[in-house]
């Protein structure tokens, strides 16, 4: 599986991003999906993540209420909706795929990731 993320900008404190995550393969609706983000000189963090169905989903506590993960398995895209954003929401944000099908905050089950697109919010 290949991804690719996209969506990332610059945008004020308050405002809307939705990144995308295109997948590669004709088994994208078997994995489940995760979007993880890294600040320069911090350890990658959990934001969310979706199972395979997009019946089940799991949000960090930083960003519950105000991102919203979801899946297109016709498009092969899963996508990351984040409003209300904050300066501490500045990172790179990552996609990333597990061949197990149910939604997981742990980054070791993730086999495949994308290259990561960049959320830049000003205060």
């Known amino acids: 599986v290949q991804l690719q993320a996209s969506g990332g900008g610059l945008v004020q404190a308050g405002g809307s991003l939705r990144l995308s995550c295109a997948a590669s393969?004709?088994?994208?609706?078997?994995?489940?999906m995760g979007w993880f983000r890294q600040v320069p000189g911090k350890e990658r963090e959990f934001v969310a993540a979706?199972?395979?169905?997009?019946?089940?989903?799991y949000y960090a506590d930083s960003v519950k209420g105000r991102f919203t993960i979801s899946r297109d398995n016709a498009k092969n895209t899963v996508y990351l909706q984040t409003n209300s954003l904050k300066p501490e929401d500045t990172a790179v944000y990552y996609c990333?795929?597990?061949?197990?099908?149910?939604?997981?905050?742990?980054?070791?089950?993730?086999?495949?990731w994308g290259q990561g697109t960049l959320v830049t919010v000003s205060s």
């Open positions: 990333a795929a597990s061949p197990r099908a149910y939604s997981s905050p742990y980054e070791a089950i993730y086999d495949y």
């Open positions: 393969g004709r088994t994208f609706s078997r994995y489940g």
């Open positions: 979706i199972s395979s169905s997009g019946t089940s989903s």
